[in-house]
């Protein structure tokens, strides 16, 4: 049975940083593409980034380049997203999702996988 379980969300104030897990289970970790997307109350899934199965190529949503991280460590079967400069936009659950693709897929629509999500506030 495949799992993700996402970790480390909490309440930041704006301009802090925080640092969300992905910790997968159940697949073969290094032949599957990780996102991360986040949803706010009353909006679409959002695509954050995205990293490749050997995490040589990355992705990410134009709100969050320059500012957030995607990393894995495929010994660990898990996937990072460091958060910096946070701004109250940013407040949404995040989940991370999994593709067995080498394709950085940005829509929701072509992952298998989906973690419960984790809660991130950024606060004014």
């Known amino acids: 049975q495949v799992r993700l379980v996402e970790s480390g969300g909490g309440l930041v104030q704006a301009g802090g940083s925080l640092r969300l897990s992905c910790a997968a289970s159940?697949?073969?970790?290094?032949?599957?593409?990780i996102t991360w997307f986040r949803q706010a109350p009353g909006n679409e899934r959002e695509f954050v980034g995205a990293i490749s199965w050997s995490g040589g190529s990355t992705e990410y949503g134009d709100s969050v380049r320059g500012r957030f991280t995607v990393s894995r460590d495929n010994a660990r079967n898990t996937v990072h997203l460091q958060m910096n400069s946070l701004k109250p936009d940013d407040t949404a659950v995040y989940y991370c999702?999994?593709?067995?693709?080498?394709?950085?897929?940005?829509?929701?629509?072509?992952?298998?996988?989906w973690g419960q999500g984790t809660q991130v506030t950024v606060s004014s």
């Open positions: 159940g697949l073969s970790f290094s032949q599957y593409g």
């Open positions: 999702a999994a593709v067995r693709s080498p394709i950085l897929y940005t829509s929701p629509a072509q992952y298998d996988y």
